[in-house]
């Protein structure tokens, strides 16, 4: 979950107007925008960081490039979270609009994507690309053998480790466990997002489930080794660092 001090200075952009994403490409842009690329093959690149100095590398030297998403479609996304609020009755703004994250695709007929759910949030909509899936695993990490071995009978222990908001689908978490309280026990870990907290009061008192807070990286990590399953329902994220932990302490991912 957040630390207090990545939720001060998220508050403290947001009282400023600062556009940390924007930044970030420009920097990104300027660093890259100095590789010598004149005897390079082949570029793999993150078109949200350096899209415009690749495009530039292609046209002036015949490359063959491969951009890397890592991303759901924001449109496609919208359109699920926008759901979401109406639901709950929560006004909504529309998310990650801080730079144009699609202008790559006018240019760009082959995209690796880690999910099937990334490559189905575009394809509708930008035809003529040939996709490419690679699903990131664990980097070459391996569980420990002693957390894969089989726990003591009793209810699942299922976890959620992140923030408790509607983009990340927890509400669908919260209702599944009406009905499966006898064979469950999920910890949800992280802070409520202010203006969703009224969305999550009705879940509270709901047999087997728990909201733990927001803890430390430290704090987390320790915790894993307590449970069964990691789940992340998320309508939003293509894929979590959270998820990588979990299977890195040996738990299945349900995703």
């Known amino acids: 979950g957040m630390t207090a001090g990545k939720l001060v200075l998220n508050a403290a952009k947001k009282r400023i107007a600062f556009n940390g994403r924007a930044a970030e490409q420009r920097l ?28 530039a590398a292609r046209e002036r030297y015949g490359l063959h490039t491969l951009a890397d998403v890592y991303e759901s479609n924001p449109s496609f996304v919208n359109a699920l979270v926008a759901e979401e609020y109406r639901r709950f009755g929560i006004p909504f703004s529309p998310l990650n609009t801080q730079v144009e994250q699609n202008a790559f695709f006018a240019h760009e007929r082959h995209v690796v994507t880690p999910s099937a759910y ?17 699903p990131y ?58 203006d969703h907290a009224p969305a999550f009061e009705a879940y509270k008192n709901v047999p087997g489930l728990r909201f733990l807070g927001g803890m430390s990286h430290r704090e987390v990590l320790t915790r894993l080794a307590d ?7 998320s309508l939003s994220d293509a894929y979590s660092l959270a998820v990588m932990e979990g299977l890195m302490h040996g738990l299945p991912a349900i995703v």
């Not at 093959?41 to 690749?54: A, D, G, I, S």
């Not at 449970?227 to 329902?233: A, E, I, T």
């Open 28 to 55: 990104a842009e300027f660093v890259y925008g100095r590789i010598d690329l004149s005897r390079t093959q082949l570029v793999h690149y993150w078109p949200m960081y350096c899209e415009k100095t690749v495009h």
């Open 227 to 233: 449970y069964d399953v990691f789940v992340m329902p």
């Open 118 to 134: 990334i490559e189905q949030s575009y394809a509708a909509e930008f035809l003529n690309v040939t996709w490419h899936r690679a």
């Open 137 to 194: 695993g664990v980097f070459g990490q391996r569980a420990r053998a002693e957390l894969l071995a089989l726990r003591e009978p009793g209810k699942l222990r299922a976890v959620y480790v992140g923030r408790v908001c509607l983009e990340k689908g927890v509400q669908y978490l919260c209702e599944a466990m009406r009905g499966l309280e006898r064979e469950v026990e999920l910890d949800i870990i992280g802070p409520v997002q202010g």
